[in-house]
């Protein structure tokens, strides 16, 4: 009869199935789990990498961009940033202040920022910044039940920059004529208004004051705007071994000139002492021929003071800004002069040029940069001026990227730096 019994219960396979979901469910639900926080833990770990990324990028842009900054201050920023943002995302998911503080020690403990930079040449200089962190990512209940409560994720970022420059030697041209006292639209932020008189009384036979917008004045502005220039080209140049500066003002005469220098000390002085309120017509044939003069292939002051330097190469600029037309000593457009104007403006874009790319300078086409590159490339700054006026310094600039036409102090200051970082060739290279 046992026997029977026993030999039943062999042969009976009902229950087999929950049986072994019984026995099987807590390796299914610890696999689930499993799975579920290695998931969590990768996209830890790519949240990680991005704020790494970041940093080191912003590190490595730092340093190119301030040109100053040692690898002490570049590593401090790098790390700073990357621990912050990570932080800043835990204090966003509720952590308390306790764990924020031994999250942040546990970061600083566990990021390596290595920062390294070297000048290839005196005109460039190259920039990497290396990050290395590891974090602890905690796991389920499930995971941890297994042995494992939490997974260690490293991640790792490079970050390279660089800081180019350019050797060059540059003459402004600058427009003093008596149209320069006019206002522009920009108020005056030191001294918003001013008190103007005016006749009042049932007779006017009083005299009021009252409050009036206090606008900069065209001159001001270029004042402002030069001042934004040299500021760029000593940032490309503390040394005063790549660039040099000089400058030429005119209203109807042409002005004593500032002869180029290194530096920029001497022609932001010479901006600086422009006069308020200027005055006279406009004649800008002799400034622009003693930038010509200054910088031609056939006067060698340039080439051998940047020999010596060990520039063996050096690009040259004339920047020719106005705010008018071409009148001379009237009060009206003088087409001799425009054309004298022009004719200067042709004889320098030519300057070096091979006998091809002068004909195409002389039949109106465009010149490649690399055939430009051989003459005294010219950017033209037409500041509120009428349509003459901008018609001739879109004769005289050497392309489409040479011109600029502000109508405003706001986009003239713009114009300066940019036409300075253009000429200096200063900028940042990022790789990651």
Known sequence: MKHTIFARLAKDRAGNFGIMTAAMLPVLLAVGGVAVDLTQAMDQKNQLQALADGATLAAASAMAAKGTMTTAEAQKLGTDMYIAQKIKELKNSGASAETL???????????????????????????????????????????????????????????ASGREGNALSMYLALDESGSMAEDTTTINSAQPTIQQSYPCGRNNNKICYGDVPNYLTKMESLKAAAGVMFAELEKADSNHELIRVGADSYDDQTKTQQSIQWGTSLVDSYVKRLPEPPSGGTDASGALTNAFNALKNANATEKTAHDGKGNTNFDRYIV???????????????????????????????????????????????LTEEEMSKGIKIYTIAFMAPDRGKKLLNYCASGPGYYYEPTDMTTLVKTFGEIARKAAQTGTRLTN
């Open 320 to 366: 020719f800004m106005t705010d008018g037309e071409m009148t001379g000593n009237s009060g009206t457009w003088n087409s001799t002069i425009d054309t004298r104007v022009r004719d200067i403006c042709l004889n320098a874009k030519s300057d070096g040029l091979t006998d091809a790319a002068k004909l195409k300078l002389k039949n109106g086409q465009q």
């Open 101 to 159: 503080a031994a999250e942040e020690a546990k970061l600083r403990a566990n990021t390596e920022t290595l920062v390294t930079s070297s000048g290839s040449s005196k005109t460039a200089a190259s920039y990497e910044v290396r990050m290395k962190s590891s974090y602890d990512v905690a796991l389920s209940g499930l995971t941890s039940f297994l042995g494992f409560p939490t997974v260690r994720v490293s991640v790792e970022s490079v970050s």
